[in-house]
């Protein structure tokens, strides 16, 4: 079954309660397996899939998420837009644990992960100066503003590579640079999601602050669970309202982000690349090129 929007369940969140199951389905990708068994449930009146991005029983580490698979798996099934839920860090004082913030801007201090779909004979780049949907976000934005969750409408997120948490000086840098959040895993996924032409926007939901605060004890697992269980329980109450709103949006210009970014000639894209990725460009921009 296809569906047009997706949620990507982060830290605690690894199904959607009160949703009424459809079908549970395996999508073999050209890189692999995704995180787990894609979900397609109706929630509301819609239909959504869902993907938890560690697994049932949380058992993969942010570097070793599949994020090409996932992508790939969620664009088969015809998803336009991706709502990704994220545990977070807070470096700033007026962001608390149990905030939603809905990022804005993202910097990438990943180091062990393909980051595009790009490559392996065939040269693109998109542009992400703006790495998340502003459709999805104004929609979203509203529905989180009329709840009474805490929520901050905008927020730079750091993408760490983990399992690690932060040293207290990497903590402090990113507050000089700027930065609001520090997590693990926004990337690739925002970057493939762009590449994939799917909206995304990533709804975070802060559980500590990151060792900056130098009076306070150091972020612990059990810090976060306790935070991360009751912001789980928040964000499963706006989620149907969320996904509602979203099912009224038409066409956006994510949805043509790939077109005009390829450099290669089409006829020289080796064959495995191009069986790889015919899914998503083949036929919209390397007509003329067959596999």
Known sequence: ?????????????????????????????PFGLPSDLISI??????????????????????????????????KSLEVEQILSISAVGSLREEIKPGDFVLCDQLIDRTRARSLSFFGEGLVGHVAFAEPFCGGMREIIAGILKDGTHTFHDRGTLVTMEGPPFSTRA???????????????????????AR?????????????????????????????????????????QKVIPSIAAALSS???????????????????????????????????????GSSL
Not at 170 to 192: F, Q, V
Not at 252 to 276: N, W
Request: net charge neutral; hydrophobic share 45%; proline share 4%.
């Open 41 to 74: 449930v109706k929630v509301g009146e819609q239909n959504l899939a869902f993907l938890p991005r560690h697994g049932k029983g949380h058992r993969i580490l942010p570097t070793e998420v599949p994020s090409k698979a996932n992508i790939w798996a969620l």
């Open 170 to 192: 990497e903590s402090h840098l990113y507050r000089s640079w700027g930065a609001d959040l520090i997590g693990m895993t926004a990337l690739p996924e925002a970057k493939l």
């Open 1 to 29: 079954m296809k569906t047009r929007i997706a949620v990507i369940g982060g830290s605690g969140l690894y199904q959607l309660e009160g949703a009424k199951l459809i079908e549970r389905i395996e999508v073999p990708t």
């Open 195 to 235: 590449e994939a032409e799917i909206c995304l926007a990533i709804v975070a939901m802060v559980t500590d602050y990151d060792c900056w605060r130098e009076a306070e004890e150091s972020v612990s697992v059990e810090m976060i669970l306790k935070v991360m269980n009751e912001n789980t329980r928040a964000i």
């Open 249 to 287: 949006r038409g066409a956006c210009e994510c949805h043509s982000a790939a077109a005009g970014v390829f450099v290669t000639d089409p006829a020289l894209v080796p064959y495995e690349t191009k069986r790889k990725l015919w899914m998503l460009y083949g036929r919209r921009y390397w007509k």
